[in-house]
């Protein structure tokens, strides 16, 4: 047989896989960077893309916000407008009775009885004045008991003078509600 040295053969058959190997190496190399790279801009993309929308969804949050408060704005003011708009039509419900609180007033004083002042908190009435006598005062009560527009009227302070006999008095009552036939007739008056 022949003696033939393959060795060379080897040797070159193991630096063509070296090289082979290193191009390998380097290909997957590159290719797992690109792929990294390729991930790393898709991810950075994505995350973009969801800052924008963050963004957006906070200028939306931004003018809910302030429309909110324009309505709540409104809302108060209407609030306010309401309060107003009923107190007016309690004045102008009212507005009768205090004419008929004077006039039953004016009715209701007997001879001899001068009021001096007097002075209204809601529904009660104090009122302060001077009488010929004691019985006099008394009268003016029974007159304002037998009124429909008054009730529980209560005498607080009574003093008489003892030079001149007149006395001075202190009384409180409440009104009461206007009877319905007199109340939808001074309504029709207007």
Same mark, same amino acid.
């Given at each position: 047989m022949a003696k033939i040295n393959l060795l060379p053969?080897? %040797?070159?058959?193991? $630096?063509?896989?070296? $090289?082979?190997? &290193?191009?390998?190496?380097?290909?997957? &190399?590159? #290719?797992?960077?690109?792929? @990294?790279?390729a991930g790393s801009k898709f991810a950075q993309n994505k995350v973009e893309y969801q800052q924008s929308r963050n963004d957006y969804m906070q200028r939306e949050i931004d003018k809910l916000k302030a429309e909110l408060k324009e309505i709540e704005e409104l809302e108060s003011t209407k609030a306010n407008l309401l309060a107003r708009m009923d107190i007016i039509q309690e004045l102008q419900t009212k507005r009768p009775q205090v004419v008929h609180t004077f006039q039953e007033l004016a009715e209701r004083v007997p001879e001899g009885v001068y009021l001096l002042s007097m002075k /209204?908190?809601?529904?009660?009435?104090?009122?302060? &004045? $001077?009488?010929?006598?004691?019985?006099?005062?008394?009268?003016?009560?029974?007159?304002?008991?037998?009124?429909?527009?008054?009730?529980? !009227? &209560?005498?607080?302070?009574? /003093?008489? #003078?003892?030079?001149?006999? @007149?006395?001075?008095?202190?009384? $409180?009552?409440?009104?009461? @509600?206007? !009877? #319905? %036939?007199?109340? /939808?007739? #001074?309504?029709?008056?207007?």
């Open positions: 053969w080897r %040797e070159e058959e193991r $630096r063509l896989q070296t $090289r082979q190997f &290193g191009f390998t190496a380097l290909f997957t &190399g590159i #290719a797992a960077a690109a792929v @990294v790279f /209204q908190d809601k529904e009660n009435l104090s009122l302060e &004045g $001077r009488a010929d006598s004691n019985a006099r005062v008394s009268t003016l009560m029974r007159n304002l008991d037998a009124s429909d527009w008054f009730k529980q !009227p &209560g005498l607080d302070v009574i /003093q008489s #003078a003892k030079n001149s006999g @007149v006395s001075t008095f202190k009384m $409180r009552l409440s009104q009461s @509600v206007a !009877p #319905a %036939e007199d109340t /939808q007739l #001074a309504v029709s008056d207007e």
